[in-house]
T-cell receptor, first 116, second 114 residues
Framework: DSGVTQTPKHLITATGQRVTLRCSPRSGDLSVYWYQQSLDQGLQFLIHYYNGEERAKGNILERFSAQQFPDLHSELNLSSLELGDSALYFC???????????????FGEGSWLTVV | QKEVEQDPGPLSVPEGAIVSLNCTYSNSAFQYFMWYRQYSRKGPELLMYTYSSGNKEDGRFTAQVDKSSKYISLFIRDSQPSDSATYLCAMSANYGGATNKLIFGTGTLLAVQP
C-alpha cells in the first residue's frame, strides 16, 4: 500500500457526462500528480500541483481540469466525456516539488474510467 | 516520435533466467532515470532510481544508464515468477526545482515461467 488513496476505483459513465476523481496524497506529501494510462498511449503525465499551486501541465485536454485543496487532497474533473477518455487514471504524490534524489513519487491504485 | 521508446514485449523467460529490459530516449535534457514495476490492475511502484550515467545495483536488480547513447537498461538476475509484471522506464529532466514530472515508456510485460 503506497499510502495514496484514490476514489472511486471503478466508474462507468456515458458519453457527454462529467465525472470527478478524488485523490488523497500520502501523509506529509505536498505534491500531487495525475497520470492517464491507456493501452495505446501508455502512462501519460497530465498535471502536477505542489501545495495548492499548479507546477506543470502535460498534454491535458481542455475538457479536463484539476485542483489541489488546502488540505492537500486533489480532484481531477473530466467533462464532455468521449469514448476515448476510457482509461486508468492514476494519482501520485511526493514530498517535494522538484526533481531530487529522495523525492520519490508514489502512485495510488488508480481509478478505472469506462465511457460507454 | 515519442520521447521514450520501450519494447512492449511480451517477454517470457524461465525461472532463474537473467532478464534484460531496455529503453531509449531522445531528450538529452533527461538526467534522472527510474524503473517502475506495475502488477496487473495496480499502481506502479518504484524499483530503481539513477542519476546521470552509471550503474546501480540493488539485490537482484541492476540499472544501467548510458547517456551518450541515450539508452537505459534494467537487469534482473535469478528471475522469479513473482517478478512477472509490467516494467516501466521513466525519466525526468532538471526543471529548476519547479516540477518532478516523469515521462514514461510504454512498459514491457514480463512473464517468468516456473
Amino acid at each position: 500500500d503506497s499510502g495514496v488513496t484514490q476514489t472511486p476505483k471503478h466508474l462507468i459513465t456515458a458519453t457527454g457526462q462529467r465525472v470527478t476523481l478524488r485523490c488523497s496524497p500520502r501523509s506529509g506529501d505536498l505534491s500531487v500528480y495525475w497520470y492517464q494510462q491507456s493501452l495505446d498511449q501508455g502512462l501519460q503525465f497530465l498535471i502536477h500541483y505542489y501545495n495548492g499551486e499548479e507546477r506543470a501541465k502535460g498534454n491535458i485536454l481542455e475538457r479536463f481540469s484539476a485542483q489541489q485543496f488546502p488540505d492537500l487532497h486533489s480532484e481531477l474533473n473530466l467533462s464532455s466525456l468521449e469514448l476515448g477518455d476510457s482509461a486508468l487514471y492514476f494519482c501520485a504524490s511526493s514530498v517535494g516539488g522538484g526533481q531530487a534524489i529522495g523525492n520519490t513519487i508514489y502512485f495510488g491504485e488508480g481509478s478505472w474510467l469506462t465511457v460507454v | 516520435q515519442k520521447e521514450v521508446e520501450q519494447d512492449p514485449g511480451p517477454l517470457s523467460v524461465p525461472e532463474g533466467a537473467i532478464v534484460s529490459l531496455n529503453c531509449t530516449y531522445s531528450n538529452s535534457a533527461f538526467q534522472y532515470f527510474m524503473w517502475y514495476r506495475q502488477y496487473s490492475r495496480k499502481g506502479p511502484e518504484l524499483l530503481m532510481y539513477t542519476y546521470s550515467s552509471g550503474n546501480k545495483e540493488d539485490g537482484r536488480f541492476t540499472a544501467q544508464v548510458d547517456k551518450s547513447s541515450k539508452y537505459i537498461s534494467l537487469f534482473i538476475r535469478d528471475s522469479q515468477p513473482s517478478d512477472s509484471a509490467t516494467y516501466l522506464c521513466a525519466m525526468s529532466a532538471n526543471y529548476g526545482g519547479a516540477t518532478n514530472k516523469l515521462i514514461f515508456g510504454t512498459g514491457t510485460l514480463l512473464a517468468v515461467q516456473p
